[in-house]
Every structure is written in C-alpha cells, then in structure tokens.
C-alpha cells in the first residue's frame, strides 16, 4: 500500500474520518461540527480543504490523499506526458518542452519533475530528447510524425509529435541544392543519392535535373516529350517547343516553354534566347504571354525577332539561373 494511504483505527472498527474530531498542536478540526464542510486547515507541511470534495481532501508536495472514508485507495495505474500545449507541433530545428504526470485510479493527476523520467525517441525525426524532457525535431522534407517515450518507475507512456516542414530545401545531402527536397525524394527517394544532384543527367537525354523540375519533367522517365496544353487551363510539361501560326497568309513562330507558376518563390529565372546561326544569340525582350494555366504549371511563350546580327532568327534556347 503507497504511503500516502491512511486508515484511522478506532479499536478494532473502522470508522468514517468524518465522524472524529482533530486536534494537535497546530490545528483543531471537528469535522461534527455545523461549519466544518467549509473549513481549511492549513499547516506547514499539509493543506486541508473539507469544502473541496465529499470528505476530507489533504495535498502536500509529497502526497495527496482523499479521505471521504477510512480505506478510501488514490493507486496509481499509469503515465501521462504533456507539452506546452495539446497539440505538440514543432518546427523543424526546433525544441518544444514535455511535462509529465502520474495518472490515478479517479484519473486525477500529480505533476512529475520532467528529470525524473528515462526519456527516449521512439521513432520519427528527432534528434534527441536530454534529461529534462527537451525535444529536438531534426530536418524533414514533408510535415512528418515522431514518437517519444518516458519510463518512471513501473510506468511508462509514449506522445507524437507533428514535425513540421519550415524549409523547402534543407533535407540532409539534399539541402541547399536548388531543388525541393519534396521532389528530390518523390523521384530518388530518400538521401543520400548522387543522382538527385541539380546537375546529374540520371536519363542521359540532355536535360539535368534542375532543368526537368523547371520545365515540370519526370526526370526517371525514358522519353522527353514537348511541352502541350489543351485549352487554358490543361498543361503537360517537357521539353520547350515551336509554335507557328498563319495569319492573312503570313507566319509567325513563337518560342514555347512549360514555366513552375511558383517560380518567383522557387527563385527560377527563365530566359529566352535567339540565334540565326547557333553562335550569336540575343535575349528576348517580350514579355512571355501565358497560353495555359494548370495552377502548377503554364505554357508560356515570346515571339521570335525577324533577325538577330543581321541573320534571320531560327533557333531559341531557354535559359535557366538560380541564386
């Protein structure tokens, strides 16, 4: 029986403690009397509340005992881990504290020193949990789950937490590179992997990664077809292509690339160059005009300029920078 459960004898009968009288050379209570349900007693080592519950409630930085009647039990039965909040979200990078609390038999609690507990990761991206009950989120690609657990005594229990994706581009070797580490896994899977580099060429067809992300290409892919759309609003990325068209019998050609509709935010920048003979080329000045818009991607275009170094325009690249 825990220490703090008390039974008060009176011969060989047990009696309800609300039917005897206290008194030390502290206090006096008479729990008989007219006023007793709401009296307080208090003393340096207890505080007594008889108007808190039905009979006696007695708490103590040590105890807390509940005495409606001689042999009432306040057992133990588990573990409770808190947070700063009810739902435990953490950035990425961050650290967010954890509390925890012996749960009893009435599923009333007492709060536990957070050095108390044997604490663990359990599972998830964490980079660690210290003695006192701080945890450490490590770096995700996505909004991602983890687990961490704390033993006292006989008891144990477990708590997720919701790691938070604060940072597009800071997943393990994926970091830093330029390219999401959402679509870096989505195409490669998780790091480390030579072929997610922003320059590798998995495919061999010409286009490296960073220009297969910009141009909303499948970079595992064994074809590289052009950029199409259908009306304003379907949009299929690839390669960059030729537009002409005839008006009045006379043609105008227009330089066609598929562009991330979040490219300010992705930190892509897009030109367009022209050449007559693949040596001299000269960067467009037109604003590109949106042909079709998917919400991830659109189909944009330039006009070709009649010549460029006295040559006429034939041939257009795309140019691609990031910071």
Same mark, same amino acid.
């Not at 066609?256 to 897009?270: E, T």
């Not at 690249?317 to 910071?323: D, S």
């Given at each position: ?7 008060l ?25 007219l ?26 930085a ?73 945890? /450490?989120?490590?770096? %995700?690609?996505?909004?991602? =789950?983890?687990v @961490?657990? #704390?033993?006292?005594? &006989?008891?144990? *229990? !477990? ?25 870096q ?13 922003p ?16 141009f ?6 064994? /074809?590289?077809?052009? %950029?199409?759309?259908?009306? =304003?609003?379907? @949009?299929? #990325?690839?390669?960059? &292509?030729?537009? *002409? !068209? ?9 330089a ?15 030109s ?14 037109s ?29 257009f ?7």
């Open positions: 029986m825990d220490s703090r459960h008390i039974l004898i009176v011969g060989t009968a047990l009696a309800p403690l609300a039917t005897r009288a206290a008194i030390s050379a502290n206090y006096s209570l008479d729990p008989a009397s006023d007793s349900a709401g009296r307080t007693t208090r003393s340096a080592n207890y505080h007594s509340d008889t108007s808190a519950a039905a009979g006696l409630a007695s708490s103590s040590t105890y807390t005992s509940r005495t409606g009647f001689v042999g009432q039990l306040n057992d133990a039965v588990g573990l409770s881990i808190q947070g700063s909040a009810p739902l435990l979200t953490v950035n990425e990078g961050d650290s967010i504290q954890l509390s925890a609390s012996i749960v009893y038999d009435d599923q009333s609690t007492s709060p536990l020193a957070p050095d108390g507990l044997t604490w663990s990761v359990a599972s998830g991206p964490l980079t660690g949990v210290s003695a006192t009950g701080r945890v /450490t989120a490590g770096s %995700v690609y996505q909004d991602s =789950t983890a @961490v657990g #704390g033993v006292y005594q &006989t008891f144990s *229990a !477990t708590r997720e937490i919701s790691v938070l994706n604060t940072s597009g581009d800071n997943f393990a070797s994926y970091a830093n590179d330029g390219l999401p580490d959402a679509w896994v989505q195409y490669f899977g998780l790091p480390p992997n030579a072929m997610a580099a320059s590798a060429d998995p495919r061999g067809n010409g286009f490296n990664n960073l220009q297969e992300y910009a909303g290409m499948n970079p595992t892919l064994g /074809t590289t077809p052009a %950029v199409t759309w259908t009306g =304003t609003t379907h @949009v299929v #990325g690839g390669a960059p &292509t030729q537009l *002409a !068209t005839v008006s009045n019998g006379t043609f105008t050609f227009r066609v690339y598929a562009r991330r509709k979040d490219y300010v935010a992705a930190q892509l920048s897009y367009v160059e022209f050449s007559g003979d693949l040596l001299t080329w000269k960067a467009s000045t604003t590109p005009s949106v042909l079709a818009d998917n919400g991830l991607l659109q189909a944009v275009s330039v006009p070709y300029p009649f010549f460029v170094a006295g040559k006429k325009a034939r041939y690249r795309v140019k691609l920078e990031m910071p």
